[in-house]
């Protein structure tokens, strides 16, 4: 069985402060890790993912996240908070396999102040 | 590439009624997915059609079925609408050969009354 726990369902930051959103995961298998972002009345888009290999992955929108196998964490970072950021953002994660089944967190709300 | 497209919008039915969303995705992707999200919470997977087939299926009662089309477009069916089957219906579209990289609709805005 696989699981996600975003941990804080709302973070405030400061417009240029770091932003760190944190995910853990439980998985059975060697799990794939990802990230969307939801803006409002939107669907979801990908910021990033991990699969295999090197485990500090790069996304679009500055954000990044490390796969921390011995902690099960995924946490994503983006150094300098911009406005636009402000969306709902969701960690997930799926079996390594073909089947595509994505499990989600609750959902953090980035909310970036001036 | 006009990416993964939902119909309708929005919808508005009563308790009972039955509902019919539709999907087509992205072009050269084989494969739907279709989530249910409540208000506030994360999506949550419903089922996954592949060669016309439901491959695989979350926790949701019989009354969702979906149905998908030699196109690959497809189709979620609510039937005997509940007030808690009001949310955001999301279809995801993906490559069977890398079925987790998933790229997800606007979604359709259900509301039940």
């Known amino acids: 069985a696989q699981s996600v726990t975003q941990l804080g369902s709302h973070v405030s930051v400061s417009e240029g402060a770091l932003v760190l959103l944190r995910c853990n995961y439980s998985s059975s298998v060697p799990p794939y890790l990802f990230w969307y972002v939801q803006y409002p009345n939107q669907g979801l888009q990908l910021l990033l993912k991990y699969t295999t290999g090197a485990t500090l992955v790069k996304g679009i929108n500055g954000f990044e996240a490390e796969f921390k196998k011995s902690e099960t964490s995924f946490h994503l970072t983006k150094p300098s908070a911009h406005m636009s950021d402000a969306a709902e953002y969701f960690c997930?994660?799926?079996?390594?396999?073909?089947?595509?089944?994505?499990?989600f967190g609750q959902g953090t709300t980035l909310q970036v102040k001036p | 590439d006009a990416g993964v497209t939902q119909s309708p919008t929005h919808l508005i039915k009563t308790r009972g009624q039955q509902v019919t969303l539709r999907c087509s995705p992205k072009?050269?992707?084989?494969?739907v997915s279709w989530y249910q999200q409540a208000l506030g919470q994360g999506p949550q997977f419903i089922f996954q059609y592949y060669e016309e087939e439901e491959r695989q299926r979350g926790n949701f009662p019989d009354r969702f079925s979906g149905h998908q089309f030699p196109n690959y477009s497809s189709e979620l069916n609510v039937n005997a609408l509940l007030l808690g089957d009001s949310a955001l219906y999301l279809c995801?579209?993906?490559?069977?050969?890398?079925?987790?990289?998933?790229?997800f609709g606007p979604g359709t805005r259900l509301t039940v009354l």
């Open positions: 997930a994660v799926s079996g390594s396999s073909n089947t595509g089944k994505l499990i």
């Open positions: 995801a579209s993906s490559w069977s050969a890398w079925g987790n990289e998933q790229f």
């Open positions: 072009s050269g992707h084989d494969t």
